[in-house]
């Protein structure tokens, strides 16, 4: 089942989770975000962009001098990411609004992409991961962390009878991994499940 999320609908979402978004998914997430950010370099070299970087919740898990950019299509997360930034005196870290199938940056510009929860929750996943294998280096990282569509046939209906459910509310449940990175030309060097009861995909590609 294909269920298309609308760019509109997106925004509208996260601008209204925006005050409320790290009660409800800091703690819950937090693994698959520290093991995400560690997957990115240890330590993290150059130039990194996060992808839906949201409220900010992986900016404590970065060095405090980053050269950091993180997009995000709503402006309500980025303010409260901004709060972050500021607390945390990241002085190399720039905020922007930005649609993430359509990024403002030339090729190749960062030695490595991040997007953590986010995959799922953008419009077009192909165009969006297309443009961070464009902006990323040749043999920079290109790390995902996320959802994917299970290969349980049991968890699959579940997952297919809710997707109209959670689109509504601004994400998917069953998108599928393989055929996307395929659709991209990316080949995983790394995959591991994180999270509770191992349900989400932690997947490293090099460009």
């Known amino acids: 089942m294909d269920v298309s999320l609308q760019e509109r609908q997106v925004r509208r979402a996260y601008d209204f989770y925006s005050p409320i978004y790290d009660f409800i998914f800091k703690k819950i997430f937090e693994p698959g975000r520290i093991a995400a950010v560690r997957t990115v370099g240890s330590p993290i070299m150059g130039r990194v962009l996060e992808v839906g970087i949201g409220t900010g919740l992986n900016l404590p898990l970065y060095p405090r001098a980053i050269n950091l950019v993180g997009i995000d299509l709503s402006e309500g997360m980025l303010k409260k990411a901004q709060e972050?930034?500021?607390s945390l005196r990241m002085e190399n870290v720039i905020l922007k609004v930005m649609d993430a199938s359509a990024l403002d940056f030339g090729d190749g510009e960062f030695d490595a992409t991040l997007a953590t929860y986010?995959?799922?929750?953008v419009p077009d996943p192909v165009a969006a991961l297309r443009e961070m294998r464009r902006v990323t280096k040749p043999g920079g990282a290109i790390v995902i962390l996320n959802h994917f569509r299970s290969e349980n046939p049991v968890m699959r209906h579940i997952e297919d009878a809710l997707a109209p459910v959670c689109a509504h509310l601004g994400w998917k449940t069953n998108l599928v991994?393989?055929?996307?990175?395929?659709?991209v030309g990316l080949t995983p060097e790394l995959t591991r499940r994180v999270n509770l009861l191992r349900g989400w995909h932690l997947v490293k590609c090099v460009r």
């Open 177 to 183: 991994l393989t055929p996307l990175l395929k659709a």
């Open 84 to 86: 972050k930034v500021d």
């Open 118 to 121: 986010v995959i799922s929750a």
